[in-house]
Each structure stands twice: as structure tokens, then as C-alpha cells.
């Protein structure tokens, strides 16, 4: 089977701002039908490398192709496949949220926009919003609802949206995972930008990190997903060296730390193996927690 070309494809993509760099050399392919979360801290290059796919800024070395055709210039046809969701979305705000979406609906599709009606008023039903009343009077998560919905409204092939979690609330953004999720069943391509991982995790099939404009780390979530080990924590009730004695003997040196008088590590193996040997002591406290995936990312953070 011959490998399929990547949806959005980047090659040594930079960036410079005047002298000062944006992105630097991204190299990066996206997989038709997968949800990617680009992930990095404020001023990373999220919305640079976004401006640069979407075409709204000009690389300054490097090459983007979208749906495998290299990117020249401004496309418009390619808009009608692309649902963008700019990081600051500017809303007419005297419109109403109904007259603001069908009018982008009506400019995106022309004589077409017809055809995609019910979509929007599919969007628009999931999100419970009064859409009669004025842009002006929406709180944040309001706009970014009104933003998501502009997004996905004329059925786009490719979703391409910059920090889309910004300003929900909890019920707003687990009805705009259910949404990405449903898209992707349908065979949507989702690209999504965040600086917290926690927040997109769950729905992301591969996440890539990024820092002071150049991509650190891609990791497919699947093998964080299935990681077997837990944080296991004991605190002794008496005798600690011979608690600490029996952990060394199922967990490699070096790996158990001592903390306030806590005994931690990571372990792999069976708990019913572990709890048999600990009966031989008497302990106070017993924590076992699965890793979060925010401490197993965050090294890449702080080292490279
Ligand atoms: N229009 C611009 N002019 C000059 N510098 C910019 C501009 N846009 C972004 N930058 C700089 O480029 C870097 C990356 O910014 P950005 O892509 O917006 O990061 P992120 O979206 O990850 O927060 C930042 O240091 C930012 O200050
Ligand atoms: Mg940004």
C-alpha cells in the first residue's frame, strides 16, 4: 500500500517577522480524517504556522501543500473545503448572530448557500444561544460559539481552528468535542491549536508540541492512552527501610523517591503482586494514580 499524502503538508517552514523569527523550519504532515492538536505556550508560533497554512501571511523560506497541491497564492477555491476559526475572531458585532452567519454563508457559498441551511441550523441548534439577539451582547464563549459554528457551517473538508476552547464553558466545549468527534466520523480532517494539553487530549489522535517557533515533539495519544504504569504513593506507618526494602525489590533503583517521609514511584506491574508484598508491613496512606498525560508532556516544556 502506497503511503496517502498528508492533508497539509509543511516543509521547512519559517517565518521571520523582520529579524525576528516566528517559526523556524517546521516540517509537519496532517492525515486525512485525524483530529492534531498543535500544542505550545503563548508565543509559541501556533497562530503564525495557522496565518501561514490559511495563506493570510507569506512564508519566508519553506513550502505548504493542502489537499496535496503546493499552496501559491490565495486560492478561494480552497476556502470552500477550509473552515477557519481565526485566534481573535472579529464579529460584526451590531449584527445579530443569525444575520451574521447567513450573510459569511451566503459571500463563502454564493448561489449554493442554500444547500447548507440545514447544517447551520443543525450548529446552531447544539448550542443553546439565542441567535436573534445582537453580536454586542454575547459573552466570550457566545462569540466563540458564533466563531466554531462559521467554522463548520459549510460542511468544510478540512477544519483548521486556532485555540477553539478559548472562553467556553465546560458544557460548551464537551458539545464542541462531541462536534469534532462527529466531524471526524465523517471523515473531517480537524488541525486544532491549544496551550493546554488537558483540555484536548481526549479527543486528539496525534498532538504535536511546539516552542519558540520550531516543533519539539508529535506523539501519537493512542500510546499515552494505553500506558499500563501508575503513580504509586505509600506513606509507612513504621518500619519505612523495610518498606523501601521490599519496593526496591520489584521497582529498578534510582526509580523510588523519598518525599516528606512518602515513598514514590512508577509501577508497571500487577497491583495484587504489589499489595501481597506490602501486606508484610503496616502503612498509612496508599495512593495509585494513572500518570496524567500533562506531567508526561510537560518535560518537553521545560528541557528541549
Ligand atoms: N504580526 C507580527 N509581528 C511581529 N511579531 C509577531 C507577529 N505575530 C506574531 N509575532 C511574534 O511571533 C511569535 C509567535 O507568535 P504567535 O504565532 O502568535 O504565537 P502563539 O499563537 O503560539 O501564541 C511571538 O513571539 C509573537 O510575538
Ligand atoms: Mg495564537
Do not use: W
Amino acid at each position: 500500500m502506497t503511503p496517502k499524502t498528508p492533508i497539509i503538508e509543511l516543509k521547512n517552514l519559517t517565518k521571520y517577522y523582520g529579524s525576528y523569527p516566528g517559526i523556524m523550519d517546521i516540517n509537519l504532515g496532517i492525515n486525512e480524517g485525524e483530529i492534531f492538536g498543535f500544542l505550545g505556550p503563548n508565543g509559541a508560533g501556533k497562530s503564525t504556522t495557522i496565518r501561514l497554512i490559511i495563506g493570510l501571511i507569506k512564508p519566508t523560506q519553506g513550502e505548504i501543500s493542502i489537499f496535496g497541491k503546493v499552496k501559491r497564492a490565495h486560492h478561494l477555491e480552497i476556502f470552500k473545503e477550509i473552515g477557519y476559526l481565526p485566534g481573535d475572531i472579529g464579529l460584526y458585532k451590531d449584527l445579530n448572530g443569525n444575520d451574521y452567519l447567513n450573510h459569511l454563508l451566503k459571500l463563502r457559498m454564493g448561489k449554493n448557500y442554500r444547500k447548507n441551511n440545514d447544517t447551520l441550523m443543525n450548529l446552531q441548534k447544539r448550542f443553546s444561544i439565542r441567535f436573534d439577539k445582537k453580536i454586542n451582547t454575547y459573552s466570550k464563549g457566545m462569540r466563540q460559539i458564533t466563531g466554531i459554528i462559521q467554522a463548520f457551517m459549510h460542511n468544510p473538508r478540512l477544519l483548521i481552528l486556532d485555540e477553539p476552547t478559548t472562553g467556553l464553558d465546560p458544557m460548551m466545549q464537551e458539545e464542541f468535542f462531541n462536534l469534532i468527534l462527529e466531524e471526524k466520523k465523517n471523515g473531517k480532517t480537524i488541525f486544532l491549536s491549544s496551550h493546554i494539553l488537558s483540555e484536548i487530549e481526549k479527543v486528539c489522535d496525534r498532538v504535536g508540541i511546539i516552542k519558540k517557533g520550531k516543533l519539539i515533539h508529535v506523539e501519537e495519544m493512542t500510546s499515552y492512552r494505553t500506558m499500563p504504569g501508575k503513580n504509586i504513593k505509600i506513606e509507612p506507618l513504621e518500619s519505612p527501610e523495610k518498606t523501601l526494602k521490599i519496593i526496591n525489590n520489584f521497582v529498578e533503583p534510582g526509580k523510588v523517591a523519598v518525599r516528606n517521609g512518602r515513598i514514590e514511584f512508577y509501577y508497571k506491574g500487577e497491583i495484587q503482586k504489589l499489595i501481597e508484598q506490602l501486606s508484610q508491613v503496616k502503612i498509612k496512606d496508599f495512593i495509585c494514580e494513572t500518570p496524567r498525560i500533562e506531567d508526561v508532556f510537560f518535560r518537553y516544556y521545560k528541557d528541549k
